[in-house]
């Protein structure tokens, strides 16, 4: 575990009241509005530790890294609005055990996976800019 430095907490901060997944570049920017002399690599470091130490969800969309803060040692996923960005935590018991004998099957061992969904919550389905990504 890295030392707990005043930027780390901070950014750990910022991350637990944003809402939903955010990224570095947004995270810096509303830190340097409050104040803060924290630098973007800075800030993209402690985000990086953050997730490898579970303390953040991480998830790549559209080539961006996003974090939002998670609850640590817990194992889960997300379905996450294209639209809106809202997220959920899901189990999918059905996708571990899948995963778990895909990797066996396999030859693989200590086998760890990610799964988000990417869709349109109830609110953005009913938006008319929704349906020009229903392709996607």
């Avoid at 750990?12 to 002399?37: D, I, K, N």
Wanted: proline letters at 2%; glycine letters at 8%.
């Amino acid at each position: 575990m890295k030392r707990n430095t005043w930027q780390r907490e901070a950014v750990r901060e910022a991350l637990g009241t944003s809402s939903g997944f955010v990224s570095a570049q947004s995270l810096h920017s509303g830190l340097r509005e409050s104040g803060s002399p924290i630098g973007l690599a800075t800030v993209y470091r402690a985000l990086a530790d953050l997730a490898v130490e579970g303390e953040a969800d991480s998830l790549q969309q559209e080539g961006e890294s996003l974090y939002r803060a998670c609850t640590p040692g817990s194992h889960h996923h997300h379905l996450i609005c294209r639209n809106c960005g809202l997220t959920i935590e899901i189990e999918a018991d059905a996708v571990e055990t899948w995963a778990q004998r895909v990797a066996a099957d396999n030859g693989f061992t200590r086998a760890n996976h990610i799964v988000d969904v990417f869709g349109f919550c109830a609110k953005c389905s009913l938006l008319p800019v929704a349906h020009e990504y229903s392709d996607r």
